[in-house]
């Protein structure tokens, strides 16, 4: 399984793309608050997301400038990439807030499965982290058992009457054949 968050879900599905194409794709790929490269409104979302990533670096006095580096350089890396359909099961896990001044991620325009879980671009992997985990982790059992994905839990879906913007799971696509998994 390959999980990636921000620019990191670019990775993560780039590198599906050509494992699979190598013939060893992943069983899964799941996208944390991804948004889908080249959409109109990136500069807005990125001028929020930095902003917002300089303010919680400020609260931390071990803070590194990495961080932003290599955010511009995915940018760079990716400039003009667009990702291919994968045959592995997709999830894109949205988070519910957006961050001041910034939209809703675009919708993912590939073949997806979709939840929604409390927080923002950050605070779905810090105080939330738990549920956006086991959020992901019950998507991914329901792969597992070639079903279709179980509902995310109602506290995940819906928050104190905060719009939800989680589409219906659908099911997962095509596997792909793989070497049967060792047992633990």
């Given at each position: 399984?390959?999980?990636?968050?921000?620019?990191?879900?670019?990775?993560?599905?780039?590198?599906?793309?050509?494992?699979?194409?190598?013939?060893?794709?992943?069983?899964?790929?799941?996208?944390?608050?991804?948004?889908?490269?080249?959409?109109?409104?990136?500069?807005?979302?990125?001028?929020?997301?930095?902003?917002?990533?300089?303010?919680?670096?400020?609260?931390?006095?071990?803070?590194?400038?990495?961080?932003?580096?290599?955010?511009?350089?995915?940018?760079?890396?990716?400039?003009?990439?667009?990702?291919?359909?994968?045959?592995?099961?997709?999830?894109?896990?949205?988070?519910?807030?957006?961050?001041?001044?910034?939209e809703?991620?675009?919708?993912?325009?590939?073949?997806?499965?979709?939840?929604?879980?409390?927080?923002?671009?950050?605070?779905?992997?810090?105080?939330?982290?738990?549920?956006?985990?086991?959020?992901?982790?019950?998507?991914?059992?329901?792969?597992?058992?070639?079903?279709?994905?179980?509902?995310?839990?109602?506290r995940?879906?819906?928050?104190?009457?905060?719009?939800?913007?989680?589409?219906?799971?659908?099911?997962?696509g095509?596997?792909?054949?793989r070497?049967?998994?060792?047992?633990p």
């Amino acid at each position: 399984m390959l999980l990636g968050r921000s620019a990191g879900g670019w990775v993560a599905h780039a590198v599906a793309e050509r494992l699979e194409s190598e013939g060893a794709g992943p069983a899964a790929v799941v996208l944390l608050d991804t948004y889908p490269p080249g959409h109109g409104d990136r500069e807005q979302s990125l001028s929020a997301m930095t902003s917002d990533m300089l303010r919680r670096a400020a609260s931390f006095a071990s803070a590194d400038p990495a961080r932003l580096t290599a955010m511009a350089g995915y940018f760079e890396l990716f400039d003009g990439w667009r990702p291919a359909p994968l045959a592995c099961p997709t999830l894109y896990v949205r988070a519910q807030d957006c961050l001041p001044g910034a939209e809703p991620a675009p919708a993912w325009s590939l073949p997806h499965a979709e939840i929604t879980v409390p927080g923002d671009h950050f605070t779905m992997l810090e105080e939330h982290a738990r549920t956006t985990a086991a959020a992901v982790h019950r998507w991914l059992e329901a792969v597992e058992r070639g079903g279709p994905p179980a509902p995310p839990a109602p506290r995940a879906a819906a928050l104190g009457g905060r719009r939800n913007r989680a589409a219906p799971l659908t099911p997962p696509g095509p596997r792909t054949s793989r070497a049967p998994r060792p047992s633990p």
